[in-house]
């Protein structure tokens, strides 16, 4: 390769790339309106028009010069009502909760004492009750043919 055309194989590659960062500020600013439809064709010549922000689908054809949309039923506006109906009972259900676990722990810790009291008292008087009875049976090995 000659130095003639490698000087102008770089100013023809300085020239590309000032092309393409002139061109970056006009992508990068694209209006996101630009975007926001999809348009496909069905296959008897009318197209559907999906609107990508809220999921809406027009079905349109051309008829004697005219092109007429008419919207396609679909569940997905019920189903996001539904969604949204879920995730406020969801909302609601979580503080339910919360307030029952704040309850819980402001729980007055006498209530658990009181309880271990009883617990203690009965197992206390299961105690009592085996000693007598080993005492009981100890006695009478100790004293045997005595009167009872």
């Known amino acids: ?36 439809y999809t348009i496909e064709e069905t296959s008897d010549g009318g197209f559907l028009r999906v609107d990508q922000q809220t999921g809406g689908i027009l079905k349109c054809a051309g008829k004697e010069g005219t092109i007429t949309c008419v919207p396609v039923n679909d569940d997905s506006q019920q189903l996001r009502q539904e969604n949204e109906e879920l995730k406020a009972e969801n909302a609601k259900l979580k503080e339910k909760i919360a307030e029952l676990e704040s309850a ?32 009981f049976a100890q006695s009478l090995e100790d004293k045997p043919g005595e009167n009872i």
């Open 104 to 135: 819980i722990k402001r729980s007055d810790p006498a209530d658990n004492s009181s309880a271990e009291k009883q617990l203690n008292q009965i197992l206390g008087f299961f105690e009592d009750m085996v000693k007598r009875l080993f005492r």
């Open 1 to 36: 390769m000659t130095a003639l055309s490698k000087l102008a194989l770089r100013k023809l590659g300085g020239i590309a790339a000032l092309l393409c960062c002139a061109a970056l500020p006009a992508v990068a600013h694209a209006d996101p309106q630009s975007s926001r």
